[in-house]
C-alpha cells in the first residue's frame, strides 16, 4: 500500500491538471442586458464636402470637408442631420469609427425636417451593420447616454434631461419640439449624435455646446420617415398667423371673452407672402386647435410631453395640407373653423432663410454690388450675426416692405472704379428703384438697367438709409463694369 502521503501528492497533483485545465477554458460571455444594444453595429461617421460661398463675395467660395454621425435605421439606408448636405459635392460612409471610408449618396433630405438618407452601394460596407429601434414616444426620464466616435473609439456618457420646448429647425422655420438635454462633456456637440435609452434611440442631436444639447426626437423622425418611405411626405407646415397672450383681461374683454382669460389673440394672419387664411381674422381669440385648449399664455397641455406651445400643433401629428380644426371667439360668439396647415417654404419668405440647389445669385454694375437679401446673406456676421448685421436689413425678416413686394435686393457694397468716385462707401441699402422701376429680384435690377433716363441710371433706397439715391454715367457703365471685372478677378459679372 502507497503512504498516504504519496496518494496525498497524487490527488495534488491531478486536481492541479484540472484546474489548470478550467484556467485555460473560455469565460462564459455575460448575458446582454435587456434592451442593451452594441451601438458600434448602428452609429457610422458621415463625411461631408461642401461648398461654402463667401456672404459679401459671392463669386468666392471654399470646399469643406467635415465628420458628424449616421445611424443604420434599415437595410441600405443610413439616417443623418440635412445639416451641410445642401451644398454637398461629395459623401462618404465609414462603420467602426476608423478604416475605410466608402463612397455614398444622398437618397433623400428635407430642409425643413433637417433630415437625410443616404446610401452606398459597397456591399462590404454594410456587412456587420444592424438597423437601430427608434423610440415611438420619447418619455422624460432622469438621465440619457450619448452616443458618438471620438477619435476611433466608441463614447457612452450620460447626459441629464432638462426639458422639452418647441423651436424653428435647424435649416428651416417650420416649428419642431425639441429635447433638451444638460451635459458636462468636452467639446462641440451636435454632430448628429445619439441619444439613447435603455437601447433605443431617443434622437438625434442638431445643436449643442460643452453645457447643453438640442435633440430632434426619435418620434418626430419616425412620423417623418414612415411618411417618407410611403410616399406621403408633402412637407412640414406651419401657423401663418401672428398672435398676442391673451392674459390681459381688458383686451379680451374688449374682444368678447367672459370669466377668466384663456386662448390668445390673433392679431394678424398671411404671413411670409401667404394668401391670408380667412379661417383666422384679426380680433379672433382662439381657444382650441386640434381637440387641444390653448390657454392664454399660448400654450396647450400635451399628454405625453406636458405644457408646450401651440406652434408645435402645426407639426405634432400633422404635415403641410392637413386640416385642423380650431375653435374661436369671435364678436363674443363661439366658432368653428377649419384651418389648412400651409407648406413651410422659404420662397414664401420675404427674406428666406436659406437658398439652396443653386450657388448665390449676384449683379456687379459699374462695381456697384447687388445681392438678394436672405437670411444666408446675414450670417456672414457671423455665429452672433442676430447682434452684428445692421439692424436695416435685419428689420424686413419681421415686416414686410409696405407695398408689398415679396423680396427684396441690397446694394452690399462696392469696388472702386473712376465710374463711383464718391460712392465708395455706400453698403448695405435695400434698394426701392431703379430708372423709376420698382425692383424685388435681380431680374427687375437688369430689366431695369436697360432702360436708363437721361443718359443716368438712378438707383433709389428705401427710406431710413443715410444715401437715398445714386447715380451713375448709362454711357460708360458697360466699359466700367468689363475694367471692374477684370480688375478684381471676378469670373462673371452676373449670375442669376
Known sequence: MKPFTQILGSWSRSWGLVLFALVLLPLPTPAAKPGELDWARSLVNVEITFKSHDAFQPWNSNTL????????????????????????????????????????????????????????DAPAFWTGLQPAELMSTVLPVPEFNLVRWR???????????SRFTVDEGALGFAPQMVLEVSTDLGGRLGWAEIIEHDGRVAGLTTFGSTRLCGVMP??????????????????LGYFDFIWQQGKNPALVAELGETGAPRGVVVQASGLNGRKPDFSLQSGDILLEIGGFDIDSEG???????????????????????????????????????????????????????????????????????????????????????????PFRLQYYQHAEPADGRKSLVVLTGVMPDAINIGYQ??????????????????????AALAEPKDGVHRFEFMKGHGLQRLLLDAADLDAATKRVVESYGIPAATRL
Open 65 to 120: 470637408t467635415l465628420t458628424k454621425h449616421g445611424l443604420v435605421v434599415a437595410d441600405g439606408e443610413v439616417l443623418t442631420t440635412a445639416q451641410h448636405l445642401p451644398t454637398h459635392t461629395l459623401v462618404r460612409l465609414q462603420k467602426g469609427g476608423r478604416g475605410r471610408w466608402y463612397d455614398a449618396r444622398v437618397k433623400w433630405w428635407d430642409a425643413e425636417a433637417n433630415l437625410a438618407l443616404i446610401t452606398t
Open 425 to 446: 462707401e455706400a453698403a448695405m441699402l435695400v434698394v426701392d428703384r431703379v430708372n423709376g422701376k420698382v425692383v424685388a429680384t435681380l431680374a427687375d435690377l437688369m
Open 218 to 235: 426619435a418620434s418626430f423622425i419616425q412620423r417623418v420617415l414612415t411618411a417618407h418611405r410611403a410616399d406621403r411626405f408633402p412637407g
Open 151 to 161: 477619435e476611433g473609439n466608441l463614447e457612452n456618457r450620460k447626459v441629464e434631461f
Open 299 to 389: 400654450d396647450y397641455l400635451d399628454p405625453d410631453y406636458g405644457y408646450l406651445q401651440l406652434e408645435n400643433l402645426a407639426t405634432r401629428a400633422h404635415f403641410a395640407g392637413d386640416i385642423l380644426p380650431m375653435k374661436i371667439l369671435r364678436g363674443g360668439k363661439e366658432l368653428k373653423v377649419d384651418y389648412v396647415l400651409p407648406k413651410a417654404e422659404f420662397a414664401n419668405e420675404t427674406v428666406p432663410r436659406e437658398v439652396f440647389y443653386a450657388p448665390p445669385a449676384y449683379v456687379v454694375t459699374g462695381g456697384l454690388v447687388f445681392q438678394p437679401l436672405s437670411q444666408a446673406f446675414l450670417r456672414g456676421w457671423g455665429d452672433d450675426w442676430r447682434k452684428n448685421a
